[in-house]
Each structure stands twice: as C-alpha cells, then as structure tokens.
C-alpha cells in the first residue's frame, strides 16, 4: 500500500498540462525591475536570470529552483548584466558598476559571489556587454570602452587577458554580442555609430593571429541590440533592428566569404520592430528570436526551414521596452525574460509544448525502477545506449541542480551499457528521499529522466 501511495505522489508532483501554450509568470515585482534583463538555462532545464533593479540601484538574480524562484542581490552597484551557466550550473555575470565606471565579473562558488574588476573607469554602459563561457568553463566577455573602441576580455585560467578588437575615428562597439566557435575563438557583431547618419552593422572574428573585420551594412540601424550564432559550418547569423522609416526586425548571414541579403522576419509598418532582440539556433539550425513590437506586445519568431512564424507570447504597456533575452532548453523550447512596461515588473514566459507520454518517447535511457529505495537494497539500474563513440555522461542532480552522484563521464564506444545508482552521493552517503533527475548526455543529444528516491 506505501509502495503504491508513493508512486501516485511521485506521478501527481510531474504532472503537465497537455496544452501547448506560453506560460507566464511573475519574478520580481518590487520597485522597477527587469529593464536590464539576461536569461541562461542550465543542464536541468532551468532558468537562470540577471537582470536591473533600478529603484535600487541594485544588479540582482534570480535562478528557478524546481519548485519557486528563488531571488538575490548580487551586487547594489551594478547593472547591464549578461549571465552563462557553467557545467556545473553555477552562474558567471559580466555588468557594469554604476560608479566608477567599471566592467565588473561575478561568479557563484556555490556558497556565495566572488568579484573581479576586469577594466577599471572606461567602461561605456550605454555601449552594453555580452558573456559566454569556453569549454573549460573561462568567461570571454566582449564590451565597449569610452573613448569607441569594441574590447574583448578572456580569463585565461589565471588572470584577465583584454585586447581590442576594433578601434575606429568613430564609436564602434556598441551593443556587442559574443559567441565562441570549436576552438574557443570568439565572434563578435556590434555596430559602429556614424555622425550624422544611420549606424554600420559590423562582425568581428579572432583567426587565431588578429581581429577580422567585416562592415555587413552602412545606414543600417540605430545602435539597438544585436545578437549573434554559429551555425554548424562556423558561418555567423546575425539578427538586428534594421531602420528605414521605422524599425524593421532583420536576420542575414555569411556564407563562405559572403554575406547574402538581408532577410525582413517582421515589420510593423508605422510601427518599430525588433527593439530588444535575442536570438538563438534550435537543435535543426533554425534561428528562433525574441523580440518587441515597440513596446506594445513581446514577439517570438523562428524560421522553419522554409519560412519565417511569428507570434504574440505577451501584451506589454508602458514605454520601457520589453529588454528580453532568449533561451532554449534542450528539447528545444524557448525561455524568455522580459520586462513588463505597464507594471515595472521581470517576467518569464517558458513555451510548454504538448506532452508525450512517456511511454510513446523514444529514449536513450531504460529505467528498471525509477522509485526504489536505497536502505532497503533498492538500487536504480539505467540501461542507456550510446548510438556512436563520443563523450558520454550520466549524472544525478538534485531539484536545485546540485550536482549529486555521477555515474560515468568519459569516452565511450557506440553500445548498450548499463549503471546501478545505490541512491548514494559522490561522498558515499545515503541521499534524502524525494526526486532526482538523471541527466544523459551522448553524441548527438541529450535527456533528462526523472527518479524517485523513498524510505522503505
């Protein structure tokens, strides 16, 4: 009777909606927050958000839990922050300092923030900044200094290496976005604002030797943000707001030496679209964008393979703009952080897709009990397929995304495999009943199962 009891409360705390449909959900709603906003999802699915409080002047965070949303100041003089995840799921934030002018660098231990000054009173706040974290977990960091040059900042295991990237008679660097390719080199769009005129839209590239420069359009935009991703070809993909009129919401990207045309994804006719975009590839290499229709609704949109969607995911008010930031997670599901003009309040709005059972998935992972009790004896035994050789890993993680038992993480031959969990940490001791969840990585893909750890 307590076996079933148990699987009954086990299935009702994993029960979704069947209805696809935006989610939305309300953060932080004291003072005016989420003007300022940077969203990053980690090996568990959950949201992890930077973001402005500008009542208080305070650069806060906020990261789901798995079951609330859980909020702190990371630092009350600090705004324009980017987040990344590590592979251990902790938080790394590039920000401004209010005063003096300082690009600045948090990262959590896991107990608490650490904080580096990378540049020291030359940092243009209105220039923005942008994160993004190497394969051995190093921040890069590119950011525009005062006096118009586009910089870029890596960690190298021991200090902090800086170098310009693009240093013109003319302000260049605004609104930068960083992506980093297989070895690590690091790719850049920004623009260069032009006296008297609309601003060039430009890419910068390390070759491994020297910064490449490439001017995509002159008289192209207003310095509004942009953002950028390698396809599976290393060729960049950029998205922005284009002027003509009224802004335009634009996407083009390079071929081999080439920049193709420009492509029109959304246009609002006397009204400016494609303010505050945030762009990233799905798992097929499709863009998907966030994006607001002037400060009137936040807009989704993604490109099929054939052509262009978009869609309402929310109506705003106000005149703050939405300030969002995208996310996928690894089924492919857009998060986005956004803020709410009519009410100065952060939001999230998560896409929940229909639900399959799982019986009808197709996983990589058998479980043969997945609620089973460790004191007793139980163990969880995984049988996971590897479907060619590659890295793998197996790891359990806790509902916050505490790093709780791996299982196996090396390279492996294409086969079927199998590992017990005895129910105890890396430290040998017994884990507290509730749930966990398995995290399976393999050439290719990537899943999350869920177990069930009880008394008796």
């Keep these: 009777m307590k076996k079933i009891l148990g699987i009954i409360v086990f299935l009702f705390l994993f029960q979704k909606t069947s209805n696809a449909g935006w989610q939305i959900q309300t953060i932080d709603s004291e003072g005016i927050v989420g003007e ?10 959950n949201p992890h958000i930077a973001y402005y409080d500008s009542t208080n002047s305070d650069l806060k965070y906020a990261r789901w839990t798995g079951i609330s949303w859980s909020t702190q100041i990371v630092d009350a ?4 922050p980017s987040i990344a995840i590590d592979s251990s799921n902790n938080p790394h934030i590039a920000y401004k300092a209010i005063s003096p002018d300082n690009l600045m660098y948090a990262k959590w ?58 240093c013109t008679n003319i302000l260049a660097g605004f609104q930068s976005f960083i992506i980093l390719d297989s070895n690590n080199y690091p790719h850049i769009s920004y623009w260069e604002a032009v006296t008297g005129d609309l601003d060039t839209l430009k890419y910068a590239k390390w070759t491994g030797s020297s910064w490449s420069i490439d001017n995509i359009y002159n008289n192209a935009g207003d310095c509004s943000p942009t953002s950028i991703a390698l396809d599976s070809s290393a060729n960049p993909r950029i998205a922005y707001m284009g ?7 634009k996407y083009v990207k390079k071929v081999g030496s080439s920049w193709l045309a420009a492509e029109t994804v959304d246009s609002g006719g006397t009204e ?21 229709h002037r400060s009137s609704y936040l807009k989704y949109a993604k490109w ?44 999230y709005a998560k896409w929940i897709p229909d639900q399959i059972p799982d019986q009808e998935k197709k996983y990589k992972t058998t479980l043969g009990d997945n609620l089973f009790s460790p004191r007793t004896g139980g163990t969880a035994k995984i049988k996971f397929n590897v479907p ?51 995290h399976y990585v393999y050439p290719g893909g990537k899943e999350v199962r869920k177990i069930g750890v009880k008394n008796k």
């Design 77 to 80: 003089n600090g705004y324009n």
């Design 304 to 347: 099929s393979g054939v052509s262009w969607s978009t869609e309402t995911v929310a109506e705003l008010g106000g005149s703050a703009g939405c300030h969002s930031s995208l996310a996928l997670d690894f089924e492919g599901n857009p998060h986005i952080s956004y803020h709410d003009g009519a009410n100065r309040d952060l939001k």
């Design 388 to 438: 060619s050789s590659g890295k793998v890993s197996l790891k359990i993680y806790d509902l916050s995304g505490k790093l709780v038992r791996t299982l196996f993480d090396s390279d492996s031959g294409a086969g079927d495999f199998q590992k017990d969990w005895n129910g105890k940490d890396d430290s040998g001791r017994y884990v507290v009943p509730g749930v966990y969840l398995l």
């Design 36 to 45: 300022q906003t940077s969203i990053a999802i980690d090996s568990l699915g």
């Design 272 to 292: 400016q679209v494609g303010e505050y975009l945030s762009m990233k590839l799905n798992a097929s290499g499709n863009p998907c964008i966030s994006y607001c």
């Design 109 to 166: 231990t896991g107990s608490s923030w650490s904080y580096q000054t990378i540049e020291v009173g030359n940092v243009l706040g209105s220039g923005g900044n942008s994160i993004i974290l190497d394969s051995g977990n190093n921040p890069h960091i590119s950011y525009m200094v005062s006096d118009g040059c586009l910089k870029y900042a890596r960690w190298t295991g021991v200090a902090w290496s800086t170098q310009t990237a693009d």
């Design 243 to 249: 002027v003509a009129t009224t802004g335009v919401l």
